[in-house]
């Protein structure tokens, strides 16, 4: 039986978004996620937002550094993904993505703890 994930939009869910769209993966077949990181400890909020029992796996990346990633394969949750408008190859394709307005800084908390930099500069 294929699990059924909540999407109801909800403080952890648009935190889930931000963690996918600035360091997830979404691949453009079979219809896997795969989500990447280097804190632990990120990984296990992302698996309990999903109630996921996927295992946290170690991840070298061709350039040599090290992380740890989930993958999981799911029809429900990538299409979720796509109809909000984060896309596969998402650093060249990716646009607007569709949050309800009341979750904002939930997604944004989750952008910044995926990516973990901003920048601004004063002239």
């Given at each position: ?42 990984l296990e909020v992302f698996k309990g ?16 550094s090290r992380g740890y990633h989930i ?25 607007p993505i569709k949050i309800p307005k ?22």
């Amino acid at each position: 039986m294929l699990k059924r994930y909540d999407l109801t939009w909800r403080p952890g869910l648009a935190y889930l978004v931000g963690l996918m769209a600035s360091d997830g993966c979404i691949m453009d077949y079979f219809y896997y996620i795969n989500f990447t990181s280097n804190d632990v400890d990120l990984l296990e909020v992302f698996k309990g937002i999903l109630k996921l029992e996927a295992k946290i796996s170690r991840k070298n990346s061709r350039t040599g550094s090290r992380g740890y990633h989930i993958q999981l394969k799911s029809k429900q949750l990538h299409g979720f993904f796509i109809k909000i408008g984060l896309t596969p190859r998402k650093s060249k394709t990716m646009g607007p993505i569709k949050i309800p307005k009341k979750y904002f800084f939930h997604f944004l908390r989750g952008v910044f703890d995926g990516d973990g930099s901003t920048y601004s500069y004063w002239d």
